[in-house]
């Protein structure tokens, strides 16, 4: 028992449950965007195979009969026997294919992996290298193994490995006569309905089909020898593709396959790996490839993997934020909705398809007499799981039922024949017969053979870069409106990144151009469109005036926001920022302001395409400043020295990484940098020093400090906040111990090699390999109050340190953290926990949060349920807007066009003001009057209550 068993047994039961009329994902009886069925991916914490082998007991005892499955246990010696993927893979499917074809899983049928068998039968064919004529040799077996009884004997059978090679015994070839030229048209490939298995190797899409251009020859390409000289990778993704390809063909709805319709529940396979595991790894990375391939069809495999380790694709994110989320066992359920409302496009990227879940340990069993409530709780909870319940298939496609409906049938086709005459009965068939123009219109849905590229798709790429690929489609990629129109202010173009995910990169007047139009973006677009209307109204009435554009640069995935609670928040200050101005203001010196929007791709990606197209914006006029930016990484510094160069001004929201402008000095910002988090870190340490010294009575202070750092090289913010840190505690006099972990997006990037610790964290971190989660760096420090933790990293990974057991520590968490506690019904980790957390702007004294001019604004994001008041998002970006209207205002104040130009020259006069850093803005003089918004620390108690933290309340009213 463990907690969250029953979520996620429930999370499993809706995995498997195959729709009535569609196939999965159905939320609230609709289709979801994207067919298709995630992989879940299960972190257990212990290395015994009980997870497995519970849930295969579940799929066993499932009422009213079992679940199809196969369990597949992977040693962690298993891998080592094949260097050769196609092998590995080869290895790995075949056992899991016999078990799902055999024994008490063919209750509806056999499932039979005609394709699946003939690719792993050819790549086992050696024709040797002396043979003449091994043309010959391989079309003379191909014939012995269609003339078997079965050709699917050299599949299932549990003979010795050298049968998989030898043709089958001739009497079984005696017992059926098929003629020579027969087995020819089969193969030919070119009669419809026969051969299929042959015909699908020649629309594949891994292998060139087109050579030779035959199946004899394709297929000589697969055999021992020849496939030396193919891609291994590519046989591999072969045969995952003709294994899900043949679970497809055999789940299809047919009225004349009754079959199909009867199969009313997923298979699942279980992988149960330990180690590495790294066959199962590349299991799934292979079928996420299969997946998502724009010619690939929904196939119903569930696929369960269960292991010590996330695979490396299962965390792969950007620089800030994982683009995978991880969900603990109790969260399972809220995982898979998220997962299924995720895509909006034709396709999934590779990361789109895993679901990783996080196990917990089991419950230790308490004492003979022990009164443990918690256990208790679990065992009553497992106790009530329910088994799981298959729907009964429909009436038609039932046993008993379908002989008496065709009986039925045939009896009205003899009577209605009968009534009209022979001469009537071709004329029923004559919606089956082309016409001259084309197919005729049939009562059902047109049924193509497998494999046959629907009418306009085109293959797209595997994901990786490509010397020469189509050109991209915005309808197709999901994004219809990146198409540029400079007359509505839209300079965008359809690009793909290194990872070979699509984004609309350049600048628009609408969220939606980049992004899908859910919750929240739908109605600020609407927002949005009405005040640049209202603008340009303001203009035709007063051409005098002149008009300033802000374009709010952010990262959108593909189609998909990057942080949607983040970008909407500042979002919804730019837009309090230009309606509350433009309402307010007028006469010629007062600008009229404008909003428009710009995407830079994941993670910023794709910056120079980005930076090209804001300089078009800015000379058709369209672009005076830009505002927001991401994330404190390589990608964003590399942009600001783009647009610097284009002398485009920058005025950032929420970066603080130091010297993250690099002498670029049309770089500006509002937030305060890591220099002075460190400082007002160090103050509160001070503080909760003395407080310790007076409640343990000791003698000394406590002089300990330990720093949690991302083992991130990309992530300058982290890389700069933990020097400054160093720095502050140094001077401090305290003790320094720096603990390093691996975050979800460097796991497969090498992350937890020394070097990259070192790079990141410094010579002196401290790394546990095997023990490299952020809860387990929580597990280590355990144990320590009289030791200041100071969190430098993201807010996810943070939820996951604070879920530790007997939780203790004396916390405090860098900026990046406020976005946790501001939306906190959505991260349960944090709840029963008190910590301190640094809050970039906090509008209030004590426990109140003063109102905001954006207060209003926030139902139109979606974002009733966020304490925006605590998050710095909204307050910075209304100061970043702000800040370049006020330059602006002052450009036509002293009489000057308010040019790009002349507007960097005003906020470098309003900086030198400010009297701060090169490129520092005055946030409180951005506010006006809530002159009260500043750096502070807050207390997010255990009672979900946000506060001024005390200690840094007393010190302040000390020293006042």
Aim: aromatic fraction near 6%.
């Amino acid at each position: 028992m463990f907690k969250g068993a029953r979520q996620l047994l429930e999370c499993l039961e809706r995995l498997i449950q195959r729709p009535r009329r569609h196939e999965a994902p159905v939320l609230r009886g609709r289709p979801g965007p994207v067919p298709g069925v995630p992989l879940v991916c299960l972190k257990r914490a212990d290395d015994s195979g009980a997870l497995v082998d519970g849930l295969a007991r579940y799929l066993k005892h499932a009422e009213p009969r079992r679940v199809p499955h196969a369990v597949h246990r992977e040693t962690a010696a298993a891998p080592t026997a094949s260097t050769d993927p196609a092998d590995l893979i080869a290895d790995l499917l075949l056992p899991i294919a016999r078990d799902l074809a055999g024994g008490a899983n063919t209750v509806n049928g056999r499932v039979r992996f005609s394709r699946f068998g003939l690719v792993h039968w050819l790549i086992r064919q050696d024709l040797g290298t002396d043979r003449l004529d091994p043309h010959a040799v391989l079309f003379q077996r191909l014939r012995e193994r269609d003339l078997g009884w079965s050709k699917y004997t050299t599949l299932f059978s549990d003979e010795a490995p050298e049968l998989l090679e030898a043709p089958v015994v001739r009497w079984a070839r005696l017992a059926r006569v098929v003629p020579p030229l027969w087995f020819r048209v089969r193969l030919g490939a070119g009669l419809p309905g026969v051969g299929r298995e042959y015909r699908w190797l020649l629309r594949q899409p891994y292998l060139d089909p087109h050579s030779p251009g035959t199946v004899l020859g394709f297929a000589e390409r697969l055999t021992l020898e020849q496939r030396r000289d193919e891609d291994p990778t590519d046989i591999a993704r072969l045969l995952v593709l003709a294994f899900l390809t043949d679970l497809a063909h055999a789940y299809r709805r047919r009225f004349w396959r009754a079959r199909g319709a009867r199969r009313t529940s997923y298979p699942v396979v279980l992988l149960d790996g330990t180690g590495d595991a790294t066959g199962h790894a590349q299991l799934l990375h292979l079928v996420s490839e299969v997946r998502s391939h724009p010619r690939h069809a929904f196939d119903p495999l569930v696929l369960v993997a269960a292991a010590q380790a996330f695979p490396p694709e299962a965390t792969r994110g950007d620089g800030q934020h994982s683009a995978v989320v991880r969900w603990a066992a109790s969260e399972a359920i809220d995982g898979y909705e998220a997962w299924c409302r995720r895509p909006d496009r034709p396709a999934r990227t590779r990361t789109d398809w895993y679901l990783p879940v996080s196990i917990p340990s089991v419950e230790p069993k308490p004492a003979a007499g022990a009164d443990d409530e918690q256990y208790a709780a679990l065992a009553h909870a497992a106790g009530n799981a329910r088994r799981f319940e298959v729907a009964a298939a429909p009436l038609w496609a039932r046993p008993a039922v379908a002989p008496v409906i065709a009986a039925a049938l045939a009896v009205a086709v003899l009577t209605g024949a009968t009534a009209a005459g022979v001469p009537g009965v071709p004329q029923a068939f004559e919606l089956l017969r082309p016409g001259p123009g084309g197919p005729a219109a049939t009562a059902g849905p047109a049924v193509l053979p497998a494999g046959t590229p629907t009418p306009g798709s085109a293959p797209g790429p595997s994901g990786r870069p490509a010397k020469s690929q189509p050109a991209l489609d915005p309808k197709k990629e999901g994004l219809p409106d990146c198409v540029s129109d400079e007359t509505a202010g839209r300079f965008v173009e359809l690009a793909r990144d290194a990872n070979g995910a699509v984004s609309c990169i350049g600048v628009a007047g609408q969220i939606g151009v980049f992004a899908e139009s859910r919750a929240g973006i739908s109605e600020l677009d609407e927002k949005f469109a009405q005040i640049n209307a209202e603008a340009d109204r303001h203009h035709r009435e007063a051409p005098s005036r002149r008009v300033i554009t802000l374009v709010y640069v952010s990262s959108f995935l593909g189609n998909q926001l990057d942080d949607p609670v983040s970008q909407k928040l500042e979002s919804v200050g730019f837009f309090s920022a230009a309606a509350d101005y433009n309402r307010q203001r007028q006469g010629d010196s007062k600008p009229i302001v404008k909003v428009l929007f710009a995407n830079g791709g994941d993670d910023l990606s794709l910056h120079s395409l980005l930076a090209t197209q804001l300089e078009k914006a800015r000379d058709k006029g369209r672009l005076t400043a830009v505002v927001g930016l991401d994330g404190s990484t390589v990608a964003t510094q590399e942009l600001i020295q783009e647009l610097s160069v284009r002398r485009i001004p920058v005025v950032s929201a929420t970066l603080t990484a130091d010297g993250l402008g690099n002498g670029a000095d049309s770089y500006f910002f509002v937030a305060a940098q890591n220099a002075e988090q460190a400082r007002l870190i160090g103050q509160y340490a001070q503080e909760w020093s003395a407080e310790r010294m007076r409640i343990t009575k000791v003698v000394a202070p406590p002089r300990e400090v330990a720093i949690v750092c991302p083992a991130d090289g990309s992530n300058l913010w982290s890389k700069s906040l933990l020097a400054r840190l160093r720095e502050e505690f140094g001077n401090l006099g305290w003790n320094v111990a720096v603990y390093a972990y691996v975050p979800d997006d460097y796991d497969s990037a090498g992350g937890n090699t020394p070097e990259a610790i070192h790079e990141a964290c410094g010579d002196d971190a401290r790394f546990d390999e095997k023990n490299s989660e952020p809860d387990d760096v929580a597990k280590q420090l355990r144990g320590t109050p009289n030791r200041l933790v100071v969190f430098a990293g993201r807010w996810q990974p943070f939820n996951l340190f604070l879920k530790i057991r007997d939780f203790d520590l004396q916390v405090i968490a860098a900026d990046d953290v406020s976005s946790a506690v501001a939306r906190r019904y959505e991260n349960p980790e944090i709840d029963n926990r008190t910590f301190s957390y640094v809050s970039l702007s906090y509008c209030g004294e004590g426990a109140r949060a003063e109102k905001m001019p954006y207060d209003g604004y926030l139902k139109l994001g979606d974002l009733d349920g966020i304490n925006a008041r605590i998050d710095s998002h909204a307050p910075l970006a209304l100061a970043a807007a702000q800040s370049v209207i006020d330059a602006a205002a002052a450009a036509l104040k002293a009489g000057q066009e308010p040019t790009p130009e002349q507007v960097m020259a005003q906020l470098k006069i309003m900086s030198q003001d400010f009297g701060g850093l090169p490129g520092a803005l005055d946030p409180e003089e951005a506010l006006g009057d809530k002159d009260i918004c500043r750096i502070s620390v807050l207390q997010a108690r255990a009672d979900r209550h946000v506060q001024a933290d005390p200690l840094m309340e007393r010190r302040r009213s000390r020293l006042e």
